[in-house]
């Protein structure tokens, strides 16, 4: 069986439409020839560093062209790709490229430092392509990428050629504490994003059956939300196959202002953001300046990861009636699970159901721990399961594997554990993720992680870590800590604490002084209880 594979499909477009932009970013702009010749020579460069087929190649970026153009280039080579969150700090940087076997780096010479502290400690890293963002020279250690991706004077294919079995990984932090990889397929990516687009699979048999269906450069899409991320991700490859362009954001910290001014000068057609997280600060440009932008162009715009409140979607569309949002229900590991769709005439489904309430596509059920449907209209609580194009697993992982992926009635199901219920009229109420995984502005916090490094703090006897609604990033982080005997607890030091051992999202923004945390005598925490102290000390 034929199966698909990124770099056969880019190239087809390529050739299909060499003058079309695929890439911009700032007053720059890629054409679709320029993106394929500039990713043989990252290919190039990868292979002549000694990658072998399925080598990992870790993507150490913020938003810009070299993110997707260096994905390409490892696919040419038939390379796996890592993502990493630029927010890590050494430590976790060491152990997200020890786990995925990562043997080359393309990053950000703002992260330069960090990759000098850490090198010695990753000794199958033989490969580094620096990107030059203007924060200092090329380390001598490292190859500019600009080198690399001019060094190439034709079509680049490793020995072993691209197969569509070739992976994808996808870190994240999910509900287990320390990252897993998520390995996808290309296929199975492509697919599961065709599906989630409403698009059919086009035949694998026909080499150039994605350029075919290609009759005028596709849209323009902006990702607000980082690369790193699969919210961003997935849906620039979404677009990236249809032929379209992907426009990214020169500022390193989110920008409404820079946001809208690209929406207008570029006019852009479709964006990808983070719930309220990034739509309450756009809003609030807008309402300052109602005149100010021009947002014709802009017809989609898709939100994953954090609650999206009916409130500020009802406010965007007084700016742009034009708009279609979707609150789209999903995660690394289940691709278009539900959606809610919001307009300013047509169906508002979330209008009846509310925030946190979608219809669940026709791959996708709810199930109780046996995988029996649960019956509508009861109040019954399951866990909402989806079947189709799917990721193999995780990355040398296979108890969490089997754990997440199983057979019900036959086929292969992937269940990331968003607990729900289902209305009489099909109507899917979330009801969150069975563990005490946090999500603050669509990062996953695991509490225990922080409470380890809470309590190394020579003044913190216990603490518990729980997560405070917030109505612009969903959660915020509370901590509850409880003091050693005799000592006064300083909240900044503690928060400056936890920041110098762990990504700054994972910081406590409230530190609150408990008598006892109350840990059962098996160690275990009330979080429940906890929580809601948190939120009462809060208010």
């Not at 034709?154 to 197969?163: H, I």
């Not at 802009?298 to 409130?311: D, I």
């Amino acid at each position: 069986m034929t199966l698909w594979n990124y770099a056969d499909v880019w190239e087809s477009i390529a050739d299909a439409q060499p003058d079309a932009p695929a890439q911009i970013h700032g007053p720059d702009t890629w054409t679709w020839a320029e993106f394929d010749r500039r990713a043989d020579g990252v290919a190039a460069a990868l292979l002549a560093g000694g990658a072998a087929e399925q080598d990992k190649v870790a993507q150490y970026l913020y938003n810009g062209p070299e993110y997707v153009e260096s994905m390409f280039g490892a696919f040419k080579a038939g390379l796996a790709v890592v993502n990493t969150n630029y927010r890590y700090t050494a430590d976790e940087i060491v152990y997200l490229w020890d786990n995925a076997d990562v043997v080359a780096v393309v990053f950000h010479g703002a992260f330069a430092a960090t990759c000098e502290a850490v090198r010695d400690r990753l000794p199958r890293v033989t490969t580094w392509l620096w990107v030059d963002d203007g924060s200092g020279p090329c380390p001598e250690w490292a190859t500019p990428y600009e080198t690399a991706a001019a060094s190439a004077p034709g079509r680049v294919v490793a020995p072993w050629g691209r197969s569509g079995e070739h992976l994808l990984l996808l870190y994240t932090g999910g509900t287990t504490g320390m990252p897993k990889g998520v390995m996808w397929r290309q296929h199975d990516l492509i697919g599961a994003l065709e599906t989630s687009n409403g698009r059919e699979m086009p035949d694998a048999s026909v080499p150039t059956a994605f350029a075919d269906r290609i009759t005028k450069p596709g849209p323009l899409n902006l990702p607000a939300a980082p690369l790193m991320h699969g919210t961003g991700l997935f849906n620039a490859l979404g677009v990236l196959v249809i032929g379209g362009s992907i426009v990214t954001l020169t500022g390193r910290r989110f920008d409404p202002i820079e946001l809208l001014d690209t929406v207008q000068h570029r006019r852009v057609k479709s964006m990808t953001i983070v719930g309220d997280a990034f739509a309450k600060p756009i809003l609030a440009a807008l309402d300052a300046e109602p005149d100010r932008w021009d947002l014709s162009s802009l017809r989609v715009l898709l939100s994953s990861g954090v609650m999206w409140s009916k409130e500020n979607k009802a406010g965007l569309l007084r700016h742009a009636e034009r708009l279609i949002m979707v609150d789209s229900l999903g995660s690394s590991e289940a691709i278009g699970l539900a959606a809610s769709t919001t307009t300013a005439g047509g169906d508002q489904s979330e209008t009846a159901a509310g925030t946190a309430s979608f219809k669940l596509s026709s791959s996708a059920r709810v199930v109780d721990e046996t995988g029996r449907d649960v019956a509508w209209g009861t109040g019954e609580r399951g866990l909402v399961a989806m079947r189709g194009y799917l990721p193999l697993g995780y990355y040398k992982d296979p108890d969490k594997s089997a754990s997440t992926f199983k057979v019900i009635d036959g086929e292969r199901y992937t269940i990331p554990g968003d607990w729900a219920t289902v209305d009489a009229d099909g109507t899917v109420r979330l009801l969150g993720r069975g563990s005490q995984c946090i999500n603050t502005g669509g990062e996953k916090v695991y509490p225990e992680e922080v409470e380890e490094v809470l309590k190394q703090h020579p003044s913190v006897f216990d603490a518990a870590v729980v997560g405070v609604p917030d109505d612009r990033f969903g959660e915020t982080i509370a901590a509850l800590v409880q003091p050693s005997t005799g000592v006064s607890l300083s909240a900044d030091e503690l928060i400056d604490h936890v920041k110098a051992h762990l990504a700054g999202y994972k910081a406590p923004r409230r530190v609150i002084t408990v008598e006892s945390v109350n840990r059962a005598p098996n160690g275990k925490l009330d979080y429940k209880s906890l929580k809601r102290i948190a939120i009462e000390t809060s208010s």
